[in-house]
């Protein structure tokens, strides 16, 4: 069984920064594609980052310049760092990733951490 733990979400200020956390817990034996969505109340789940297992990067153009995503492949972690926040990024995070195990590859995804920016 593999899971996939969020941290970091919490109440920021206009302008401010939040790093969310998600690691990968279980019997993997490696991760592909990992990412960030994400869904504000009364609307759709929404991509917001995403990036390989050889690091390349792509973002939703709402957050380019202001987010980073990263990954430590040794950790079965991947972060996003969310900087110049704005209070239309207002949602709950869930981290997604493709996890290959000894048995069997599937997508699996967090429970979310709610990011709430205001004043």
């Known amino acids: 069984q593999v899971l996939l733990v969020e941290s970091g979400g919490g109440l920021v200020q206009p302008g401010g920064s939040l790093r969310l956390s998600c690691a990968a817990l279980?019997?993997?034996?490696?991760?592909?594609?990992m990412g960030w969505y994400r869904q504000a109340p009364g609307k759709e789940r929404e991509l917001v980052a995403t990036?390989?297992?050889?690091?390349?990067?792509n973002y939703a153009d709402s957050v380019k310049g202001r987010f980073t995503i990263s990954r430590d492949n040794a950790k079965n972690t991947v972060y996003l760092q969310m900087d110049s926040l704005k209070p239309e990024d207002t949602a709950v995070y869930y981290c997604n990733a493709d996890v290959r195990t000894r048995f069997s590859r599937d997508m699996y995804w967090g429970k979310g951490t709610l990011v709430t920016v205001s004043s």
């Open positions: 279980g019997s993997i034996f490696s991760i592909n594609d």
């Open positions: 990036i390989t297992s050889g690091y390349n990067t």
